[in-house]
């Protein structure tokens, strides 16, 4: 369990080509985290107290910068299609994962591996370029209706594939809705 905060930046442009048309860039920049907490290890599996520990930990983690190039047309007055092609950095942000362990409250843990221990897990994650399209339906001015798809080739090597990262969804459908209460709008 750790936590940590990190200042990030993103910059984005949109152009209108013409009344039906629009497009848009935007870039988000690459995060480096540097988080803080703690870890319980039990190398029995059972909870063995000679065989586990706690310990203060430090976990090094980078989010990806990211690219994205967006067109939206309106067919008719009420139909609405949108299409994104989004480029993510995973192979410079997810090369591997750093984990430190410090404190260790076990003095067996501490005897063998000193008073510090780490590892770092190789991920070797690829870079993905990712297609999303959509479609907005206006049932009535202020109602709406969104579908949508995306598709993400996972970057996620088999080797190196492990439950304690989150994968991606090669294939996504999504469907939502809209209501304009004049001041506010729901969307869900």
Not at 115 to 133: E, F, I, T, Y
Not at 137 to 142: A, L
């Amino acid at each position: 369990k750790a936590t940590g905060f990190a200042p990030t930046w993103s910059a984005g442009l949109q152009y209108i080509l013409s009344e039906n048309t629009t497009i848009g860039l935007s870039y988000i920049a690459e995060t480096r985290f540097r988080m803080h907490g703690d870890v319980k290890a039990d190398v029995s599996g059972i909870g063995i107290p000679l065989l586990s520990t706690r310990a203060d930990t430090e976990v090094d983690l980078v989010w990806p910068a990211s690219l994205g190039f967006g067109v939206k047309h309106r067919l008719a007055k009420k139909h609405r299609l949108s299409a994104d092609v989004f480029w993510v950095d995973w192979s410079h942000a997810f090369d591997k994962l750093d984990l430190k362990l410090t404190n260790l409250s076990n003095p067996l843990f501490r005897m063998l591996l000193g008073p510090k221990a780490g590892d770092r897990l190789p991920l070797d994650w690829h870079d993905s370029v990712a297609v999303r399209l959509g479609y907005e339906y206006e049932v009535t001015p202020k109602d709406v209706c969104r579908f949508g798809y995306v598709y993400h080739p996972s970057p996620i090597p088999n080797n190196t594939l492990m439950p304690l990262l989150a994968g991606t969804l090669e294939h996504a459908f999504s469907v939502g809705y809209g209501h304009d209460y004049g001041r506010w709008r729901f969307d869900v």
